[in-house]
């Protein structure tokens, strides 16, 4: 935690300990990275006329409490190297 922090993190949630979407305050924007539950769970925290964007899968608005969210969904391939440069 510390470290994510030393980065510049002004919030860090450990995922083990708390359920995300339980702690978050709404956001503009969510990069879903991991897909399945944690991706219709990230619906939650996204502010009407947010946008929830996947590179797993194609973000499926299910019931009324994605309405007004936006989605996208994009390939990538995610290596080191590409990491490292959004790191820099």
């Known amino acids: 935690m510390h470290y ?27 990069l879903d990275m991991v897909g399945g ?12 006329g947010g946008i929830l964007v996947s590179v797993v899968s194609k973000p499926v608005p299910d019931g009324p409490q994605t309405k007004g969210i ?12 590409r990491l490292d440069r959004i790191t820099a």
Do not use: H, N, W
Request: negative net charge; glycine residues 4%; proline residues 6%.
């Open 70 to 81: 936006r989605t996208a969904f994009f390939l990538v391939e995610v290596t080191t190297e």
């Open 4 to 30: 994510v922090q030393g980065l510049g993190a002004d919030t860090v949630i450990d995922y083990r300990v708390s359920a995300f979407d339980e702690v978050v305050p709404p956001v503009d924007v969510v």
């Open 37 to 48: 539950d944690t991706q219709l769970r990230s619906f939650k925290v996204v502010k009407p």
